[in-house]
């Protein structure tokens, strides 16, 4: 009976986190997604110091300390959603080139809210830390769209739930 309790009180103490979830639009209104209501535009100086200016996501919203992002990339590589089981073939093999020491995750080809996407999840060393990323793409207006949930390992405890609910509510409007 104090397990059924203590697993009671859990769910609604996660339920309460998640409360604080509300549905956001990214590029003007393509792809809906459930994101933290505190989080909000990365400030330009975390963002010139977290991306490189070659490899800057579209958007990018996080909570004040920079710690917790949400990033959308749309890309200009062209793909089409037949395209997407291929490409995730090529991607795989670059991400698993690019980071030889990450601790992989997931890495497969799912069907979420309607759309196909490509999920990454994995945790990478950083400079000072290491990162736990979930990276989904897909096709939208026929381009690579790359959307990032990231958190440091430390945080993680707290975020990685929320952040994998956040992943969950990806959705394509139709086009």
């Given at each position: 009976?104090r ?32 994101a ?13 110091l ?18 917790v ?28 080139n ?37 990276m ?8 690579m ?8 390992t430390d ?7 929320t ?13």
């Amino acid at each position: 009976m104090r397990l059924l309790v203590l697993c009671f009180a859990l769910w609604c103490s996660s339920l309460s986190f998640a409360a604080g979830l509300v549905h956001r639009d990214a590029l003007n209104g393509r792809v809906s997604i459930l994101a933290p209501e505190n989080f909000g535009p990365m400030p330009a100086r975390l963002l010139e110091l977290k991306y490189p200016s070659s490899r800057r996501p579209t958007e990018v919203l996080s909570d004040d300390t920079g710690r917790v992002t949400l990033a959308f990339n749309h890309t200009n590589n062209a793909l089409q959603p037949h395209e997407l089981k291929e490409a995730h073939v090529v991607l795989s093999q670059s991400f698993h080139n690019l980071y030889p020491s990450a601790e992989w995750i997931r890495d497969e080809v799912i069907e979420q809210n309607g759309s196909v996407f490509i999920v990454f999840e994995m945790i990478t060393p950083a400079i000072d830390t290491k990162i736990h990323n979930i990276m989904y793409a897909t096709s939208v207006s026929g381009r690579m769209l790359m959307v990032a949930f990231n958190t440091t390992t430390d945080y993680s405890k707290k975020w990685l739930p929320t952040g994998k609910a956040i992943m969950s509510s990806l959705r394509v409007k139709p086009q």
